[in-house]
């Protein structure tokens, strides 16, 4: 996978003041995984001077954070490999586009950039940064924006001739992981000698170069099963894969993002596993509402779904990496099912779970 031609080119990624928060897990997302860019940079000046995978994971990926848009476009040329494309790389509550960053990307544009942003606030929209766009000649892609309804599907019960294990990554949070640890599953899978597509249900999973991807929070809502069927419909037929993993939104019980009903509707997985943050104890964004226990949680997405939930898969947010292992092992003592920090820990674990659904499937 991480050999695959880039997309699209070389990119600088903005994320001013949130690169390893929550708010800024479109970055987390192509630094750690992308094939529509080639990323050079991140831009937070937080973290100037430092690499953003050290940052991220502590592991140095080659991707240097810099102070400001026009370091980053400088630094590209110096090094003779100009960015093309500045993609906005914030993802915060509500999709809106901060007030400090419209300089930047202007900046960018001036500066020749295509930009790709994945906000509910529409650049293309925006008339002072569409009009200098226009007048230098370059792009702006808004990925969140909504395909016009002739060209949307409704369901047609096309799901039912899709053979390959369905697994669906769903969460007990918004932000808490889902895409990466799709992600892992899939690389896990191919890597094992299976053939393993995934279903981007984001606008990061597009920007990672999904080759079936759907903005679940920006369609219409009656076309929402359908085009889920779709994708996954589509990945069945063109490419004949074992396993189609699909990536999941929110989380059943987020009160502003109660995302997963619809993939476990439309998609009808096979098994499910299930993302959670142990430290976390309030909804992401939304002081005053407890999580709701990991118990009660499994328990709806099966009586939801009628299929199991066959793994947890922990983030380790606001822990040391000492304390993972008694983590997971709480969570098998609390739920009787296997649990794991796939990007801390490696996937070899789940996948012994999860090729044994495989092999029931076969």
Same mark, same amino acid.
């Given at each position: 996978?991480?050999?695959?031609?880039?997309?699209?080119?070389?990119?600088? &990624?903005?994320?001013?003041?949130a !690169?390893?928060?929550?708010?800024g897990? $479109? +970055?987390?997302?192509?630094?750690?995984?992308?094939?529509?860019?080639?990323?050079?940079? /991140?831009?937070?000046?937080?973290?100037?001077?430092? *690499?953003?995978?050290? &940052?991220?994971?502590?592991?140095?990926?080659?991707?240097p954070? !810099?102070?400001?848009?026009?370091?980053a476009?400088? +630094?590209s040329? *110096?090094?003779?490999?100009?960015?093309?494309?500045?993609?906005?790389?914030?993802?915060?509550?509500?999709?809106?586009?901060?007030?400090?960053?419209?300089?930047?990307?202007?900046?960018?544009?001036?500066?020749?950039?295509? /930009?790709?942003?994945?906000?509910h606030?529409?650049?293309? *929209?925006?008339?002072?940064?569409?009009?200098l766009?226009?007048?230098?000649?370059?792009?702006i892609?808004?990925?969140?924006?909504?395909?016009p309804?002739?060209?949307? =599907?409704?369901?047609?019960?096309?799901?039912?001739?899709?053979?390959?294990?369905?697994? +669906?990554?769903?969460?007990?949070?918004?932000? /808490?992981?889902?895409?990466?640890?799709?992600?892992?599953?899939?690389? +896990?899978?191919?890597?094992?000698?299976?053939?393993?597509?995934?279903?981007? $249900?984001?606008?990061?999973?597009?920007?990672?170069?999904?080759?079936?991807?759907? %903005?679940?929070?920006?369609?219409?809502?009656? !076309?929402?099963a359908g085009?889920?069927?779709?994708?996954?419909?589509?990945?069945?037929?063109?490419q004949?894969p074992?396993?189609? /993993?699909?990536?999941?939104?929110g989380?059943?019980?987020?009160?502003?993002y109660?995302g997963?009903?619809? %993939?476990?509707?439309?998609?009808?997985?096979?098994v499910?596993?299930?993302q959670?943050?142990?430290?976390?104890?309030?909804? *992401?964004?939304?002081?005053?509402?407890?999580?709701?226990?990991?118990?009660?949680?499994?328990?709806?997405?099966?009586?939801?779904?009628?299929?199991?939930?066959?793994?947890?898969?922990?983030n =380790?947010?606001?822990? $040391?990496?000492?304390?993972?292992?008694a983590?997971c092992?709480? %969570?098998?003592?609390?739920?009787?099912l296997?649990?794991?920090?796939?990007?801390?820990?490696?996937?070899?674990?789940?996948?012994?779970?999860?090729?044994?659904?495989?092999?029931?499937k076969?």
């Open positions: 996978m991480e050999n695959t031609p880039v997309l699209d080119g070389n990119t600088i &990624v903005y994320c001013e003041g !690169f390893n928060t929550p708010n897990k $479109t +970055a987390h997302g192509l630094v750690r995984h992308t094939r529509r860019y080639k990323v050079l940079s /991140v831009v937070d000046s937080r973290y100037a001077g430092q *690499d953003a995978g050290e &940052v991220l994971d502590g592991a140095a990926k080659g991707i954070v !810099f102070a400001s848009v026009e370091q476009i400088k +630094a040329r *110096d090094a003779g490999a100009p960015a093309s494309f500045l993609v906005v790389g914030l993802a915060p509550d509500g999709g809106r586009l901060p007030a400090p960053a419209r300089e930047h990307i202007r900046i960018a544009i001036e500066h020749g950039l295509h /930009v790709d942003s994945g906000l606030d529409f650049l293309s *929209d925006d008339l002072d940064i569409s009009t766009a226009q007048a230098k000649g370059v792009r892609r808004d990925v969140r924006k909504t395909p309804r002739s060209v949307l =599907h409704s369901f047609t019960g096309n799901i039912e001739k899709v053979e390959a294990l369905k697994i +669906a990554v769903l969460g007990t949070d918004s932000a /808490v992981g889902k895409r990466t640890t799709a992600w892992l599953i899939v690389k +896990a899978f191919q890597k094992a000698g299976y053939k393993a597509e995934m279903i981007g $249900t984001g606008q990061t999973a597009w920007m990672q170069g999904a080759r079936y991807c759907l %903005i679940l929070d920006s369609l219409i809502n009656d !076309f929402v085009e889920l069927e779709h994708a996954t419909y589509q990945a069945w037929v063109e004949q074992d396993v189609i /993993v699909i990536e999941g939104q989380s059943l019980m987020n009160p502003a109660p997963g009903h619809e %993939i476990l509707a439309a998609c009808r997985p096979d499910v596993v299930l959670h943050a142990p430290k976390r104890l309030e909804y *992401d964004g939304f002081p005053g509402y407890a999580l709701h226990p990991l118990p009660v949680q499994i328990e709806a997405i099966e009586l939801l779904s009628g299929k199991p939930v066959v793994a947890i898969t922990v =380790h947010e606001e822990m $040391t990496p000492e304390e993972v292992p983590a092992l709480e %969570i098998t003592r609390t739920t009787g296997p649990a794991s920090d796939v990007l801390l820990q490696g996937a070899d674990s789940l996948m012994e779970t999860l090729a044994g659904y495989l092999r029931e076969v």
